[in-house]
């Protein structure tokens, strides 16, 4: 998995989370869990590193944004 660059993390309310799981469900069900939550930029497949247990993937959150009232457990109205 490559670097995280500047633009991924140059504003407050932003971030880059990593999910590193035994498999792809579990890092897809947790990432699930973070879009239910914050605005989310999903990633559509992990990587694995050779030599590395499970998988990876990365997502971009955005904490400053409204919940995502179409989800299951999302409720509308801002963050704070």
Avoid: K
């Avoid at 998995?1 to 991924?8: L, S, T």
């Avoid at 309310?13 to 239910?36: H, K, N, P, S």
């Avoid at 605005?39 to 990365?58: E, I, K, N, S, Y």
């Amino acid at each position: 998995m490559g670097p995280i660059n500047e633009v991924h993390v140059e504003r407050p309310g932003t971030a880059m989370v990593e999910i590193v799981a035994c498999d792809d469900q579990t890092a897809f069900a947790v990432q699930e869990l973070l879009a239910a939550r914050w605005a989310t930029a999903t990633a559509d497949r992990t990587t694995r590193d050779p030599g590395q247990p499970g998988v990876r993937l990365r997502c971009h959150l955005d904490v400053r944004q409204e919940l995502n009232p179409q989800h299951p457990t999302g409720e509308a109205g801002e963050v704070s």
